[in-house]
């Protein structure tokens, strides 16, 4: 509680050693090579890879890359855009506010790891290196020796531990080992970015549009991978293309400008989401988008239980389960015992109100258990949720549910006139069933989005992270603990009961096994918790992400099959050793796990 | 030094904010507290004084709602307590902690905010609405927010997160958390802890500052020259019975309050002779001990 961290300002730079790279290239030399690397890869895309179809994607033709070419072409351009940045040419300066080596390596490591991953996929797939065209040569060499130049590139050694000599050979051996990760990760650090000066508020917006083009570009492409290797191409050349672009600075500058500007940003991410159907030409993937929107909006609204007001529910997919059965019984499903057919206003307002009824029910008594025993009970609510579905069945209870056949056969909406179910045409776009509840769900986050933003910056949200941070200092300061819990926990569940409601209407049938606590499909409790930790606690777009993420990769990466949670847990435990404040982190909690490092210590803008 | 003083000696004392009476706590079978009798007055400083375990925090929780009294009761302005503590710093008693706890992750100016808690009403729909009313309320709560900063010299530091204030700055902090809610009486559990003299001295003039807002203040403090140029009465809590109560110079002077400090001598007491013995022991013993360096730790 009282741990000082250190001052700000002061760079932590240890005592540094002669600046060279990791391996005895000449730097000048080792920058060339790496430009030229990075655009003989840019060539290289054009030519043909390997000499049959058989392997995914097309790669036969010359002067035009297909499927994993492009990536390699992307990650090519991007080495040589910023080598060519840190030679100083003009016009390209802007790429790199924080330096440019940290960012090449980056870039060439992505260009490499892509190259080669398709060079070998193409070998192994096909049974041999002579399936390899001359082209697919050319292009692993000349990621290859991208790499190795950028390898070369000086960074700042940190100074050696001196070992101890009475040291036995174990603990040597993990000196050693602690003395070549720091040198690795010296290797790929970055600068600190200098902050951007004011630019006219047009250009910022028109920063903002297009990083958000930016944004709607990579997610359709990701979504849009037909096959496995295309798609595990995409994840490396995101992941490391992303590193390359936070060490060269430029994703620290662009959150500076969409920091200056929030409303237009959240509008503008809203603007790109919708256009997101417009860009495909069948509904398969607007399927996987309505999904999406569906995990990440209930995501959120967990966040808001989670994140500010630090209560762990892990029975929270209980409550989307109450929206989604409430919308289905007043539905006018023929497997419903209610015989009515509630318009779409009143079967919403059925479906928060009675998520919001079970979450007074259920918090009442429990909020006021602290910690873990919270987490026990509502995780004991949540399966007592998904028991009960299951036995109101007629036989071993009131005939409610229809058991565990579920409530099918759902009515498609329709709102003034709007058939849901039905293909509608828009500007010469063709939008189809899920595209259409692509759009209500999309309506339904923005209503999320916006209680989470103006509840988490008022009084009612500032009592939230006081009571998290501090319950007896809280209750101290006059904040009424268990009255704001239970609004926080009030608020979570009929948010999602909102997106139960559309959820019910999408899916056709709504059965007990689809609220499972933990499962292979998300949503379920498990898999909201993770998106959110994943996706960083406390901010807007975190829990979105890490939804997205976390239903895009099992979906993807169906060959998995069984291993799939394990490959999971396994990510899981990696993010959380590496970057325990989740991938967009709010600036609060990058201070709490980074007492040291570079984050800043001020906070200008509370929250996300 | 002096000046503060003697405005101390002429502060207005007005009618009695906080009235304990015949306040007992137990534990089970131990009694922490007994029988107690308080008051304070307004714009009136009063220390609260003891050795370790004498059972003053506990009186300072029964007097926040933290603890229930087993017996007696505590009237605050006329009223019985609430039992609750959020609500007895809604009725006007606001508390620093002994280790402080502040919302370490939450900006200085946030910390203030949330002190604001108790002044504001707006609720859950006046935030997703945000008509007029609550843009007003927000911001007078920030422009009250701020010159409360301003008041402990932290304004600068507004958009700091707490947990990188310096330590006497997160006590300073504390206490432009508690002034927040507008208390009548403000309870300081010792505000001087762990604190260099000058911070000290900086802490005294601040609780003169405080008091002459008309805001009553009751104080724990170990540092006797802190409280004794502060209060304008003293009390000493031992083994959780009031000694004695009375003016600095009263206590100050007291065996009894030396007594329960350092001991009293007894029956047996060593002389001089005995006491030169164990001196002599004890050098002896330093010699043989300064063999083994890794000991000094333990101690």
């Known amino acids: ?608 | 030094m002096t000046t503060t003083d003697t405005t101390t000696k002429t502060a207005p004392v007005g009618e009695t904010v906080l009235d304990a009476r015949g306040v007992t706590m137990r534990f089970g079978g131990l009694t922490a507290v007994r029988d107690v009798n308080l008051t304070v007055n307004r714009g009136e400083i009063v220390g609260l004084i003891g050795p370790n375990g004498a059972g003053k925090t506990t009186f300072f929780n029964c007097l926040t709602g933290l603890y229930i009294p087993t017996e007696g009761e505590v009237r605050f302005k006329d009223k019985v307590l609430p039992p609750q503590s959020f609500k007895v710093t809604a009725a006007g008693i606001a508390r620093t902690f002994q280790n402080i706890r502040l919302f370490a992750n939450m900006t200085v100016l946030e910390n203030v905010l949330v002190g604001r808690h108790t002044r504001t009403k707006e609720g859950f729909w006046s935030a997703i609405l945000r008509g007029p009313g609550f843009h007003r309320a927000e911001a007078a709560s920030r422009e009250r927010a701020m010159e409360l900063l301003e008041f402990v010299g932290l304004e600068s530091k507004a958009d700091h997160l707490a947990r990188n204030l310096p330590y006497g700055e997160q006590r300073k902090l504390e206490i432009a958390r508690a002034l927040a809610s507008e208390p009548d009486l403000l309870l300081l559990d010792e505000p001087t802890a762990g604190m260099n003299p000058q911070e000290t001295r900086v802490t005294e003039e601040l609780v003169f500052a405080i008091r002459d807002q008309g805001i009553a203040i009751l104080v724990i403090e170990h540092d006797m020259r802190f409280i004794f140029n502060l209060c304008d009465r003293v009390a000493v809590l031992v083994q959780g019975e009031k000694l004695l109560e009375g003016d600095s110079a009263t206590v100050q002077g007291d065996e009894r309050v030396i007594a329960a400090y350092l001991g009293e001598p007894f029956e047996g007491a060593p002389g001089a002779e005995e006491v030169a013995e164990v001196e002599a022991a004890e050098a002896q013993a330093e010699t043989t001990t300064d063999a083994a360096p890794g000991k000094e730790n333990d101690r």
């Not at chain 1, 190795?148 to 050694?157: Q, T």
């Open chain 1, 1 to 608: 509680m009282t741990t000082q961290t250190t001052a700000p300002g002061i760079p932590s730079t240890p005592a540094s050693g002669p600046a060279t790279g990791l391996i005895g290239i000449p730097p000048h030399l080792g920058r060339a090579l790496a430009t030229g690397g990075g655009a003989l890869t840019v060539v290289s895309a054009f030519l043909a890879w390997t000499w049959t179809s058989a392997f995914p994607g097309d790669l036969t033709v010359y002067g035009y890359p297909g499927g994993l070419q492009v990536l390699a072409l992307i990650g090519g351009a991007l080495t040589t855009l910023l080598c060519l940045s840190s030679y100083g040419v003009k016009g390209l300066r802007w790429l790199t506010p924080a330096g440019a080596d940290g960012a090449i390596k980056f870039a060439a490591l992505a260009t490499f790891a892509t190259v080669w991953y398709t060079v070998l996929a193409i070998t192994v797939d096909l049974g041999g290196v002579v399936n390899l065209e001359p082209g697919g040569f050319v292009a692993a060499i000349a990621s290859l020796a991208g790499l190795l130049g950028a390898l070369a590139l000086p960074f700042e050694r940190p100074e050696r531990e001196p070992h101890d000599p009475d040291d036995t050979g174990w603990e040597l051996f993990r000196h050693r080992l602690r003395t070549g990760g720091d040198i690795a990760k010296a290797a790929f650090a970055g600068g600190t970015a200098r902050p951007v000066g004011t630019l006219p508020s047009y250009a910022e917006i028109l920063i903002i549009v297009a990083v958000l083009g930016l944004g709607l570009t990579v997610f359709t492409y990701g979504i849009g991978t037909e096959y496995d290797e295309l798609f595990i191409g995409f994840l490396i050349m995101a992941a490391f293309g992303f590193a390359a672009l936070n060490k060269a600075g430029l994703v620290s500058q662009a959150s500076q400008i969409t920091a200056r500007h929030q409303n237009i940003t959240i509008c503008g991410a809203f603007v790109a989401a919708a256009m997101f159907p417009f860009t495909q030409t069948d509904d398969q993937y607007a399927t996987v988008g309505v999904y999406i929107l569906i995990f990440g909006t209930v995501a959120l609204g967990l966040n808001i239980v989670v994140g500010l007001a630090g209560l762990l529910d892990l029975g929270y997919v209980a409550f989307l389960g109450v929206g989604a059965y409430a919308a289905a019984l007043v539905s006018g499903s023929p497997s419903s015992p209610f015989d009515v057919h509630f318009p779409f206003w009143a079967a919403v307002l059925v479906g928060a109100g009675a998520s919001l009824v079970f979450g007074v029910l259920i918090g009442a008594p429990t909020l006021r258990l602290r910690g873990d025993y919270l987490a026990i009970v509502t995780l004991g609510f949540g399966e007592i949720f998904r028991i009960t579905a299951n036995n109101l069945d007629g036989t071993s209870g009131p005939d409610l549910t229809n058991g565990s056949n579920g409530i099918s056969s759902i009515p498609n909406l329709n709102i003034l006139g709007f058939d849901f179910g039905a293909e509608h045409a828009i500007a010469g776009f063709t939008i189809g069933r899920f595209a259409n509840y692509f759009f209500l769900m999309l309506l339904i986050t923005a209503v999320v989005v916006l209680v989470f933003r103006r509840s988490g910056d008022s009084r009612i949200g500032r009592a939230w992270v006081a009571i998290r941070e501090d319950e007896t200092a809280a209750l101290a300061m006059g904040i009424n603990g268990f009255r704001v819990k239970l609004i926080a926990f009030a608020v979570g569940a009929s948010l999602a009961g909102l997106a139960g409601t559309v959820q019910a209407h999408v899916t056709y049938t709504v059965t007990p096994e689809q609220y499972l606590f933990a499962g292979p499909i998300p949503p379920n409790s498990a898999f909201l918790l993770a998106a959110v930790v994943l996706g960083g606690m406390g901010t807007i777009s975190g829990p979105l992400i890490g939804a997205a993420l976390l239903f895009l990769i099992p979906n993807k990466l169906q060959f998995l099959g069984d291993y799939q949670l394990f490959a999971f847990g396994l990510a899981l435990i990696l993010l959380m050793r590496f970057r325990p404040e989740g991938l967009i982190p709010n600036r609060r909690r990058q201070l709490e796990f980074h007492e040291d490092a570079e984050a800043p210590t001020v906070l200008t803008k509370a929250g996300a």
